[in-house]
């Protein structure tokens, strides 16, 4: 069975520092991950996603997500962390065959102070 | 406009009493999803569908039920309400290259069940 772990329900980030958004995947197949922000009031919406080829994925908003096998991770990262980007972040994974189900981690609401 | 739409936005209801969540969407995709949320949990599947003639249980199904009355709309309807259905409630469409498709989210719907 396909799961996901974010590592950190909360994280909190002074504006300008280094965004780290944690998620490890277990797959007993070759995964498909995700990551999708929710901004408050508001639906959730892709940032990026690893299918296959390059391991560094570039999302929108300058978020980026490294696929690494050997750690069953796919962490998110951001350089400099502004104030909009104050949202809950999910880690999903997606399942193997024909379907295109979702699994989701339980997410990780990070906040931006001045 | 809107490329998935639900409504109602918001809804408080009693325990006991039938309540229908609708989804609509323009983007022409064929699959659809129900997903509920819950703080800390993340979000879980209750049902999919891929076409209007196939509906499938999705990992939290008990308690609800859908109809696809056509390939653009897809309702969630919970046949006799109860507190633990209390919930964020999302509608989500893909198309068709699955695992790996993007799925894109409706705002969602907050249920309150007294």
């Known amino acids: 069975a396909q799961s996901v772990t974010q590592l950190g329900s909360h994280v909190s980030v002074s504006e300008g520092a280094l965004v780290l958004l944690r998620c490890n995947y277990s797959s007993s197949v070759p995964p498909y991950l995700f990551w999708y922000v929710q901004y408050p009031n508001q639906g959730l919406q892709l940032l990026l996603k690893?299918?296959?080829?390059?391991?560094l994925v570039k999302g929108i908003n300058g978020f980026e997500a490294e696929f690494k096998k050997s750690e069953t991770s796919f962490h998110l990262t951001k350089p400099s962390a502004h104030m909009s980007d104050a949202a809950e972040y999910f880690c999903a994974v997606s399942s193997s065959g024909g379907y295109n189900k979702l699994i989701f981690g339980a997410g990780t609401r990070l906040a931006v102070h001045p | 406009d809107a490329d998935v739409t639900q409504t109602p936005r918001n809804r408080i209801t009693k325990t006991g009493k039938r309540i229908m969540l609708e989804c609509s969407q323009t983007?022409?995709?064929?699959?659809m999803y129900w997903y509920r949320q819950d703080p800390g949990l993340g979000l879980r599947l209750i049902y999919y569908?891929?076409?209007?003639?196939?509906?499938n249980k999705g990992e939290i199904s008990d308690g609800y039920s859908v109809s696809r009355q056509a390939q653009a709309k897809f309702s969630l309807s919970l046949e006799s309400a109860i507190p633990n259905q209390t919930a964020l409630y999302f509608c989500?469409?893909?198309?068709?290259?699955?695992?790996?498709?993007?799925?894109?989210f409706g705002p969602g719907t907050r249920l309150t069940v007294l």
């Open positions: 983007k022409g995709h064929d699959r």
């Open positions: 569908s891929f076409d209007v003639k196939d509906i």
């Open positions: 690893y299918t296959t080829g390059a391991t």
């Open positions: 989500a469409t893909s198309g068709s290259q699955a695992p790996t498709d993007t799925q894109y």
